[in-house]
């Protein structure tokens, strides 16, 4: 990590600009969801946070058809576009949904120890490694003790398609970030010190490769 990441002033500058296509990215997008929800257990879920929670993509699709009608769903994003659009799509599963505009900053909004699920999709890769071991840490304050950490990132290429895809990827963000949203491919695993892994994979989809983990806070 190191070089052109987005402050997160940036990032929701760039966010209010070309937010609303974020649901295009579906194409690569879906298959890493897709293994995610595999491996989340989202049905035994209660409370369900979500950092840089975009469109509400995810948030509809946890609510409609995986989470228990009981369970709630809380969503944070530096951009008051996303913010505004996911409220309004979630604004027809009433008090189990909200959504909040934040700084992008630690402390993340949220009472210690009261999800246990923390999500985030295609967010980690934007952030500077200092930035995403605070909020690794917020994380860790959010869940409750047998909580889960979700993540899904752009990750380093495994295939001969992916690694040219990426090579141009990774020139584009050194230029100029905000033309690939200010995501660049990185290893979730590097930065998952203190933290149990249950489960990574990979997905590739359009030569797009997207990394899978969930992960347990370490005791201690
Ligand atoms: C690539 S988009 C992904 C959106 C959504 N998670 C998805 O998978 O479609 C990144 C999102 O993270 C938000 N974001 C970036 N940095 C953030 C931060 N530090 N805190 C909260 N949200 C952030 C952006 O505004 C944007 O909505």
């Not at 993509?57 to 969503?75: E, F, I, K, R, W």
Request: glycine share 8%; hydrophobic share 40%; net charge neutral.
């Amino acid at each position: 990590m190191g070089g052109a990441e987005l402050i997160p002033e940036q990032a929701g500058r760039v966010y209010d600009r070309i937010g609303r296509f974020q649901d295009w990215q579906r194409f690569y997008e879906g298959p890493a969801t897709a293994s995610l929800i595999a491996h989340a257990d989202f049905e035994h879920a209660q409370s369900v946070y979500e950092l840089g929670c975009g469109t509400g993509a995810m948030a509809v699709n946890l609510l409609d058809q995986h989470l228990a009608p009981s369970a709630t769903y809380t969503g944070v994003d530096v951009s008051n576009k996303m913010v505004q659009h996911a409220t309004r799509r979630l604004a027809r599963f009433g008090n189990r949904a909200s959504v909040q505009l934040v700084n992008g900053y630690p402390p993340l909004p949220g009472n210690a120890a009261t999800f246990d699920r923390f999500i985030s999709l295609y967010v980690f890769g934007l952030l500077t490694e200092s930035l995403a071991h605070d909020l690794l840490d917020q994380a860790r304050r959010l869940l409750t003790s047998n909580g889960r950490l979700c993540l899904v990132s752009l990750t380093h290429p495994t295939t001969r398609p992916s690694r040219a895809l990426c090579a141009a990827w990774n020139q584009a963000w050194r230029l100029s970030p905000a033309t690939v949203g200010g995501c660049r491919p990185i290893d979730l695993i590097d930065l998952l010190d203190g933290w149990h892994i249950e489960h990574t994979d990979t997905t590739v989809a359009w030569a797009v490769p997207s990394q899978i983990v969930t992960a347990t806070p370490q005791a201690g």
